[in-house]
């Protein structure tokens, strides 16, 4: 019997979930104002989670909590509240990382699913045996190990635990994630949730005698991005994580912006999609615009990670750069004759390469020959700052987003 793997993605607010699931997902993951791993204010208050999980029920997706910090003594005094809390909510998991934790949701809530988290650093089958007998359905692998090392572990594990991995977005220049570089240099816990990202800094080299003389570390005139990960990108090859045995393809990004949400899920949807339309096929030749779409939004270059082996998890030294080539600029709310309701997210001008994002992952091309501001009046741009406008285009459903191309694309 074929095991459909799960799509997971990220939801850093209630407007992230819901543009999860609509492009998507079959599962979100996000957070609380505590215990989650990134402190960002745009975590989830008690009342929209409880909001997300209705969203999500109501059209057959699940949601899961990270709870996935490690607590101090204080904070480990108001965990169990926000555990009772997600549980009123209604969420599906929880994914920590503390054995604490870990024990805490099972005493406040013994109904709910638990998940380890990669912060846990599960590197082999006897870990993820250990996990499962302490209660956990799920574990979340390790982003440093190889399809092999997949497998190993699926094959000398309970085949009731499952097993969740990494398929795109950043990675950390640190084992599992666990990191103390930032909280040395700038008095931010990696594993707080506050990560100011030093692997991402441009470093030179000093001498003790010289002080203001600045040596170039590796080539490049602008220095030296040495600790400077490229991002993950697996979609050209998800059919063999599907067939490692890994039940649960996660997105990262839980700080990203609900356009980058969607257009990822849309593009891993669709590579899923396409998996599954012929999963004993000996060759997964994936649909060019599924990658295509992949470069739509900011990015580092890509690389697979660690799949092939370390050899092949690249580091892009000589820059910490985004490639920008298209930029999000507006939500469509309604369609109605013709005619597309939009609202600004950033602007743009007739004559502009412009296309539509849809919920199927479709990308659309347009050529509007108006614009239209909300009094009526005919503009060339727009300029302002959430400002309603309608265009001309072929039938767009709501929740479709609209990008332009950038002078850089």
């Given at each position: 019997?074929?095991?459909?793997?799960?799509?997971?993605?990220?939801?850093?607010?209630?407007?992230?979930?819901?543009?999860?699931?609509?492009?998507?997902?079959?599962?979100?993951?996000?957070?609380?104002?505590?215990?989650?791993?990134?402190?960002?204010?745009?975590?989830?208050?008690?009342?929209e989670l409880a909001d997300g999980v209705i969203y999500a029920h109501a059209r057959g997706r699940k949601v899961y909590l990270t709870l996935n910090t490690l607590p101090t003594n204080e904070e480990a005094d108001r965990l169990p509240d926000a555990i009772r809390q997600a549980a009123a909510a209604g969420v599906d998991a929880f994914i920590v990382a503390d054995l604490g934790v870990l024990d805490a949701c099972k005493t406040y809530a013994p109904d709910i699913d638990v998940h380890m988290s990669t912060q846990t650093g599960i590197t082999n089958y006897a870990s993820?045996?250990?996990?499962?007998?302490?209660?956990?359905?799920?574990?979340?692998?390790?982003?440093?190990?190889?399809?092999?090392?997949?497998?190993?572990?699926?094959?000398?594990?309970?085949?009731?635990?499952?097993?969740?991995?990494?398929?795109?977005?950043?990675?950390?220049?640190?084992?599992?994630?666990?990191?103390?570089?930032?909280?040395?240099?700038?008095?931010?816990?990696?594993?707080?949730?506050?990560?100011?990202?030093?692997?991402?800094?441009?470093?030179?080299?000093?001498?003790?005698?010289?002080?203001?003389?600045?040596?170039?570390?590796?080539?490049?005139?602008?220095?030296?991005?040495?600790?400077?990960?490229?991002?993950?990108?697996?979609?050209?090859?998800?059919?063999?994580?599907?067939?490692?045995?890994?039940?649960?393809?996660?997105?990262?990004?839980?700080?990203?912006?609900?356009?980058?949400?969607?257009?990822?899920?849309?593009?891993?949807?669709?590579?899923?999609?396409?998996?599954?339309?012929?999963?004993?096929?000996?060759?997964?030749?994936?649909?060019?615009?599924?990658?295509?779409?992949?470069?739509?939004?900011?990015?580092?270059?890509?690389?697979?990670?660690?799949?092939?082996?370390?050899?092949?998890?690249?580091?892009?030294?000589?820059?910490?750069?985004?490639?920008?080539?298209?930029?999000?600029?507006?939500?469509?709310?309604?369609?109605?004759?013709?005619?597309?309701?939009?609202?600004?997210?950033?602007?743009?001008?007739?004559?502009?390469?412009?296309?539509?994002?849809?919920?199927?992952?479709?990308?659309?091309?347009?050529?509007?020959?108006?614009?239209?501001?909300?009094?009526?009046?005919?503009?060339?741009?727009?300029?302002?700052?959430?400002?309603?406008?309608?265009?001309?285009?072929?039938?767009?459903?709501?929740?479709?987003?609209?990008?332009?191309?950038?002078?850089?694309?």
């Amino acid at each position: 019997m074929l095991e459909i793997p799960e799509l997971l993605a990220p939801a850093g607010d209630l407007e992230r979930l819901r543009y999860a699931v609509c492009y998507g997902a079959d599962a979100v993951y996000c957070a609380l104002p505590e215990f989650g791993m990134r402190s960002a204010p745009a975590n989830f208050t008690p009342e929209e989670l409880a909001d997300g999980v209705i969203y999500a029920h109501a059209r057959g997706r699940k949601v899961y909590l990270t709870l996935n910090t490690l607590p101090t003594n204080e904070e480990a005094d108001r965990l169990p509240d926000a555990i009772r809390q997600a549980a009123a909510a209604g969420v599906d998991a929880f994914i920590v990382a503390d054995l604490g934790v870990l024990d805490a949701c099972k005493t406040y809530a013994p109904d709910i699913d638990v998940h380890m988290s990669t912060q846990t650093g599960i590197t082999n089958y006897a870990s993820a045996i250990a996990c499962h007998k302490m209660g956990a359905k799920r574990v979340v692998l390790a982003r440093e190990l190889s399809l092999t090392d997949i497998a190993v572990i699926r094959d000398k594990t309970p085949p009731e635990l499952e097993l969740e991995a990494f398929v795109h977005g950043a990675m950390c220049m640190s084992v599992s994630g666990r990191c103390l570089l930032s909280n040395y240099l700038t008095g931010r816990d990696a594993n707080r949730g506050q990560c100011a990202q030093p692997c991402r800094w441009k470093y030179y080299l000093t001498e003790e005698t010289r002080p203001g003389q600045l040596y170039e570390i590796g080539e490049g005139e602008g220095g030296s991005y040495i600790l400077n990960a490229n991002d993950l990108c697996t979609a050209p090859f998800l059919d063999l994580i599907c067939k490692a045995g890994v039940d649960s393809l996660k997105i990262e990004g839980r700080a990203k912006t609900f356009y980058y949400v969607a257009s990822v899920t849309a593009a891993y949807r669709r590579a899923l999609d396409q998996y599954l339309a012929d999963p004993f096929a000996e060759d997964f030749d994936l649909a060019p615009e599924v990658f295509t779409e992949l470069t739509r939004t900011s990015h580092r270059p890509y690389s697979p990670g660690f799949y092939f082996g370390a050899d092949k998890a690249h580091q892009n030294t000589s820059s910490a750069a985004y490639i920008r080539e298209w930029e999000f600029v507006g939500t469509v709310d309604g369609w109605e004759n013709g005619v597309a309701s939009c609202q600004q997210r950033g602007k743009w001008s007739l004559g502009d390469t412009i296309e539509a994002l849809t919920p199927d992952g479709s990308s659309i091309p347009l050529t509007p020959a108006w614009i239209r501001n909300e009094a009526g009046e005919e503009v060339t741009s727009t300029p302002h700052a959430m400002e309603k406008y309608t265009i001309p285009t072929p039938e767009l459903p709501p929740m479709s987003l609209l990008r332009r191309r950038t002078a850089e694309g």
